[in-house]
């Protein structure tokens, strides 16, 4: 899904951010930040993420601009497929998050997954790399790539952790409310068809 209000905004964050890295000249300098606001002002006006929000989010934007890296992990049981419940919105979601800086992406996942189910896991497979303007989530500030990486339960159990309230494992026609912000409907449906057929190529889109 495309927002192009989204878009401009983004650009615009990205030109601003970048050139405030860069230049050397105190009125560029002006001209940047005031990029920037005009950034934050048409995202704070389209979309429910007020103005001291944003500007906390791009203060600790740095340099060149580029997507942010988002993985989740896909665990089968019986099925079934893990969500967890998150404290910030009580919807549900696959486990994951941003990917760490030092950190592999199959090292991520697992780090994930055990910091907010208690499993321990294996990653066996990716499964699908997303960008996430194709898809319907709602407006962000920030461009995401998804990575959904299949994954296998060696051990641990069930336990919530500091971002979570819940863990339970779903059939494909009994999904929760999902938290869209981090996974779509579709998204979860597709990983099923992972699941039914296991040598169905990775998808990247």
Known sequence: MSYQWLDWARRLQSIS????????????????????????EIIESYSEIEMQQLSNLFAYEKGYQ??????RGAVFKEEKILMV?????????LPGGFCEVG??????IVKEIWEESGYHVVPT??????????????PQPYHY?????RCEIVGGE??????????????????????????????VKTLFEFSRNPTKQAIVE
């Open 145 to 149: 790539y998804k990575l959904f990486i």
């Open 103 to 108: 950190l592999s992406p199959n090292e991520n």
């Open 158 to 187: 069930e336990s919530t952790g500091i971002e979570t309230k819940g863990i339970d494992f779903f059939a494909e026609d009994q999904l929760p409310v999902l938290s869209v912000g981090r996974n779509t409907v579709d998204q």
């Open 17 to 40: 951010q970048a050139g405030l890295t860069f230049t050397k000249d105190i009125y560029d300098r002006e001209r940047y930040e005031e990029l920037q606001q005009i950034s934050k």
């Open 66 to 71: 580029t997507p942010k890296l988002d993985v």
């Open 85 to 93: 419940r998150e404290k910030m919105d009580d919807k549900w979601s």
């Open 125 to 138: 497979k990716l499964l699908a790399l997303l960008d996430m303007n194709k898809h319907s989530h709602p």
